[in-house]
Each structure stands twice: as C-alpha cells, then as structure tokens.
C-alpha cells in the first residue's frame, strides 16, 4: 500500500542527485588542481574546493538519508507521516542553508566567514569536515530535531518493525553525535580524539545502521522473501556493525597522544571491520537468490546487489589494509586514506541512497518501474559509475603506495612535493576515471525521463 505522504521524499532525492552532481564537479576540479596547481586560482584554491567536495557529501548524504525515511518509515508504520507539512518545511531550511554556506565558502575567505558568522562566540570552525559555520551548525540540529520528531511520532503511532527501528536508531545516532561537532577544546589531543566522535562514529556506527535499513526494506520490497528472515540478517549485521565500528574508533588514536591501550583495541576491533559488509554481501545475494517474485525494476536489484559488494571491497578490505597500526604509522594521511575513502563512500552510502532513489522514484510517479529502456540506461550508469569508481582506487592506492616508499621508508626519502612530481601519471588517470564516473552520473539522471514500456511482476 502506498501512502500520499511518502511523495515528501522526491524533493529530497531530487536535491541530494542535485548537490551529488556538485560533489563530483568540485571533486573534477581537485582533481586537475593535483595535476595543475594553480588551476582556478585565485578564484577556486585547493582548500576551498576540498571544503566544498567533502561539504557537499555529507549534505547531499543527509538529504538522501532524510527522503529514505520519510518514504520508508510510513510504509513499514502503515500509516501517514505525522507532518508532511513540517518535513517541507525542513526541506527548504536545510536546502537555503546548505546553499548559502557553499556561497560563503566559494565568496569569501574562510578566517572572513568565520569572523562574518560568530565563531568567535563558540568557535566550531577550522576542522576537517566540519567546518560549515556556527549558524549553518544550529540549523542542521534545528533540522535534525524537527525531522526526528516527525518520524519518531509516525514510528510511535503505527506498526513497529525491525527496519524501521533500526532506521531510527541509526538516525538518532546521526545526530546525537553530531552535537561533538560544537565542543572543540584547544587541547590538540582532546580536538582530536572527540572529532572523531562524529567522524568515525558516523560514517563506521551509525550510518551502518541506516544502511542495513534502506537495504533490508529494499530486498523486503524487489524479493519478497519472508521478512522475518531478512530481519534476522539485520540484527546479526548491526550487532556486529556496532560492536566492530564504536570500539574499532581506537584505531584513530594510535598517534595523536591517546593512551597506548588504544593500538590494541583499535587495531583488534578495526580488524573485524570487514565481517559485518562481507555478511551485508551474502545477505543480498542469499535473498535474490531466494525470491519468491522477480520485480520489474531489475536496475533497482541491481544496485542493491552492487552496494553489497563494494561496501564490503571499499570500507572492508581497503580499510581493513591500513587500519593495523604497525601499518598506519606508514600510510596515515597518504593517497592509500584517499583510496579508502572514495570507495567506502561510494560503496556503502552512495550506492545504497541510488538503490532506495531507483526503487521509489518510479513507484513515487505512478509507475512500478522504470521503462526497459530506462533501465539498460541506468545498468549502463551503474557499470560506468562503479567500474570507473574502482579504477580511482586503484590508481589512488598505486600512488599511496609509491607515496609511502618514496617519502616515509627509503633510505633517502624525498619531500612531499616531490614525491607529488612522481605521482602525477596516477593523477591523471584519477582525472581520467572521474570523468567517467561523471558520464554515468548523467546518464543516471537521464534515465528517469526516458519512457517506454514495463514489465509486471511475476511470482515465483
């Protein structure tokens, strides 16, 4: 059954493919300032880009996580959203704020803005990552708040299922921890270690949550395999999720002056990282291999299947190569970390906000699925997207290696700036991948106004 109120989320989805297509340009233009220093200079400096590519991924994340929610909690509560009226609202707030702090990255010197925007009243600013003004700050609780009570009191007014408490927990999550983003003492160590309280705790605890949420109602939907199976898989996933990834936050603390018990329990927990994203894989592929229905949106199965595989390829074995600590003292803040993090992003939380925006879009326009030929346009951008995603991480982790052994392990290590001269073929073929990840971004985009004819679903 379909409820009105779950047509919330298209300006949700819409903004975040909106602001992903801005990530990726500015990350474009990163790119070739790696190759060309002073390209766009002054306008665009290399931080400034940087701020706004990495800005640009945690709000159009959010946006995509939100319209997850809003389309996904009414239908696992069976009942209307509490206030699709507020959720708008929200909307825009988050939208106006979001686009005025990139305004203010892209206009005025960072010191300026911090000036122009009260840091000097509680200073926030100045770190990786969260650097969005005191202001744009208040807003994201203000609307973190507002959008949490308006899906806890649908959740708590209807039917409670596994998924959609699950869903909530990990948005809790999201923005409790967000809250360290207002606490920055000026002791390095104490900045350091409760940074990564959002950092880490978000991206290896909560956000895990989420995605093993949007996943399993997916695989609910495109399968239909006995929900109860399916919410076993979650449990054992998000257990093993929490367990790995909150104690697993040691391995940040090798070096910033934390005690030395943290190499242990960092390096053991971090290790075990991969085990919840390998089970997230075989959850995927056992329950499309144990369909009861074969749904016409075969894009949608797709990514599903996609997100299980490179989740566990980018946050698993790419994390799992550089978190021992005995290897980080060497890798740390090297292209190997750059490796690590595009394919994490792209596999566990990227791809999965794709899945929920394939499978409800058409649902959300009136239709069960996409047009075939919709659909080999959007399998034709999920291959280019991932394939091209891969060849980024490997050329990032090419450079990160001969990074290491040119700077950090021979006998006569050479400066970072030269060692950058000697990493500039990887770059362009960084560059070159890019664009190809680009291409199949659009061709995403495209594929939702192709029309044409569907098939239904049939049951097995």
């Known amino acids: 059954m379909q409820y009105k109120s779950q047509a919330v989320a298209k300006p949700y989805f819409i903004a975040a493919i909106g602001l992903f297509l801005g990530q990726i340009l500015f990350g474009l233009i990163m790119g070739l300032q790696y190759i060309i220093g002073d390209f766009l200079f002054p306008a665009?400096?290399?931080?400034?880009a940087r701020m706004v590519h990495t800005n640009l991924l945690i709000v159009w994340m959010l946006f995509g996580f939100m319209g997850a929610a809003y389309y996904l909690i009414p239908e696992e509560s069976e009942?209307?959203?509490?206030?699709?009226?507020?959720?708008?609202?929200?909307?825009?707030?988050?939208?106006?704020?979001?686009?005025?702090?990139?305004?203010?990255?892209?206009?005025?010197?960072?010191a300026t803005l911090a000036k122009m925007t009260g840091n000097d009243l509680l200073e926030t600013m100045g770190r990786e990552f969260l650097e969005q003004p005191l202001p744009t700050k208040v807003g994201i609780v203000i609307v973190a708040l507002v959008f949490l009570f308006n899906i806890s009191m649908t959740v708590l007014r209807g039917r409670k299922t596994s998924i959609s408490?699950?869903?909530?927990?990990?948005?809790?999550?999201?923005?409790?921890?967000?809250?360290?983003?207002?606490?920055?003492?000026?002791?390095?160590?104490?900045?350091?270690f409760?940074?990564?309280?959002?950092?880490?705790?978000?991206?290896?605890?909560?956000?895990?949550?989420?995605?093993?949420?949007?996943?399993?109602?997916?695989?609910?939907?495109?399968?239909?395999?006995?929900?109860?199976?399916?919410?076993?898989?979650l449990?054992?996933?998000?257990?093993?999720?929490?367990?790995?990834?909150?104690?697993?936050?040691?391995?940040?603390?090798?070096?910033?002056?934390?005690?030395?018990?943290?190499?242990?329990?960092?390096?053991?927990?971090?290790?075990?990282?991969?085990?919840?994203f390998f089970m997230m894989t075989v959850f995927a592929f056992n329950m499309v291999n144990r369909r009861r229905r074969d749904h016409p949106n075969k894009a949608a199965v797709l990514w599903a299947l996609g997100t299980g595989v490179m989740a566990f390829l980018g946050a698993g074995v790419w994390g799992f190569l550089h978190t021992l600590a005995p290897v980080n003292y060497y890798t740390h803040g090297?292209?190997?970390?750059?490796?690590?993090?595009?394919?994490?992003?792209?596999?566990?939380?990227?791809?999965?906000?794709?899945?929920?925006?394939?499978?409800?879009?058409?649902?959300?326009?009136?239709r069960q699925a996409n047009s075939n030929k919709s659909q080999v346009v959007e399998m034709w951008a999920f291959w280019l997207m991932t394939v091209s995603m891969v060849f980024i991480t490997l050329f990032l982790t090419a450079a990160g290696i001969l990074q290491v052994w040119l700077q950090r392990i021979?006998?006569?290590?050479?400066?970072?700036?030269?060692?950058?001269?000697?990493?500039?073929?990887?770059?362009?073929?960084?560059?070159?991948s890019g664009l190809i990840f680009l291409i199949g971004l659009v061709l995403y985009i495209l594929s939702f106004f192709i029309k044409g004819e569907t098939v239904a679903v049939t049951n097995k």
């Open 44 to 48: 665009i400096p290399f931080n400034v």
């Open 194 to 233: 409760y940074w990564w309280w959002v950092v880490h705790l978000w991206v290896e605890g909560v956000w895990e949550l989420i995605l093993g949420a949007m996943l399993a109602f997916v695989l609910v939907k495109v399968t239909g395999v006995d929900r109860e199976v399916i919410e076993k898989w």
């Open 410 to 432: 021979s006998s006569t290590p050479m400066s970072f700036m030269a060692v950058q001269d000697q990493l500039v073929i990887f770059y362009w073929l960084r560059l070159g």
């Open 79 to 110: 009942r209307e959203l509490y206030s699709p009226k507020l959720a708008m609202l929200m909307f825009w707030i988050f939208l106006i704020a979001g686009a005025l702090t990139i305004v203010g990255y892209l206009s005025v010197p960072y």
């Open 334 to 366: 090297t292209q190997i970390t750059a490796a690590h993090g595009h394919m994490a992003f792209y596999g566990a939380y990227a791809m999965v906000i794709l899945t929920m925006i394939s499978y409800t879009m058409p649902i959300m326009r009136g």
């Open 235 to 276: 449990y054992v996933i998000i257990a093993m999720s929490l367990i790995s990834g909150i104690i697993g936050t040691g391995h940040h603390y090798y070096w910033i002056g934390a005690p030395e018990y943290w190499q242990w329990w960092g390096s053991v927990f971090s290790a075990l990282e991969p085990i919840p």
């Open 165 to 192: 408490l699950v869903m909530l927990a990990g948005l809790w999550g999201l923005a409790i921890f967000y809250l360290f983003s207002f606490y920055n003492p000026s002791n390095l160590v104490k900045d350091k």
